[in-house]
Nanobody, 122 residues
Framework: QVQLVESGGGLVQPGGSLRLSCAASGSIFSINEMGWYRQAPGKQRELAATITRGGTINYADSVKGRFTISRDDAKNTVYLQMNSLKPEDTAVYYC????????????????WGQGTQVTVSS
């Protein structure tokens, strides 16, 4: 089992910055990839950024150049630095972890945090 706890959301003016944190606990050894997804009211959840165990990073086109995903392995924490925020970035941001467990067969698990609200408004 993996548990994820997000923090760092809040209200910020357009052009401002926020840094989200996601602390993982439990069977963190099995995590292969972590990332951030966001969901605005009435819209589908969409990927913002991901980082693999090997350090490969992918960003959605909408956030590329403005957001930076990083991790601190010693703290079991993933961060999302969000700069030049726009009103359209307003959403609930969810931390995600994908784990693989090998026991007679390979099992893949998908874990989600509770979400943290980011509101960009003047």
């Amino acid at each position: 089992q993996v548990q994820l706890v997000e923090s760092g959301g809040g209200l910020v003016q357009p052009g401002g910055s926020l840094r989200l944190s996601c602390a993982a606990s439990g069977s963190i050894f099995s995590i292969n990839e972590m990332g951030w997804y966001r969901q605005a009211p009435g819209k589908q959840r969409e990927l913002a950024a991901t980082i693999t165990r090997g350090g490969t990073i992918n960003y959605a086109d909408s956030v590329k150049g403005r957001f930076t995903i990083s991790r601190d392995d010693a703290k079991n924490t993933v961060y999302l630095q969000m700069n030049s925020l726009k009103p359209e970035d307003t959403a609930v941001y969810y931390c995600n972890a994908k784990s693989r467990v090998v026991f007679q067969t390979i099992r893949v698990y998908d874990y989600w945090g509770q979400g943290t609200q980011v509101t960009v408004s003047s």
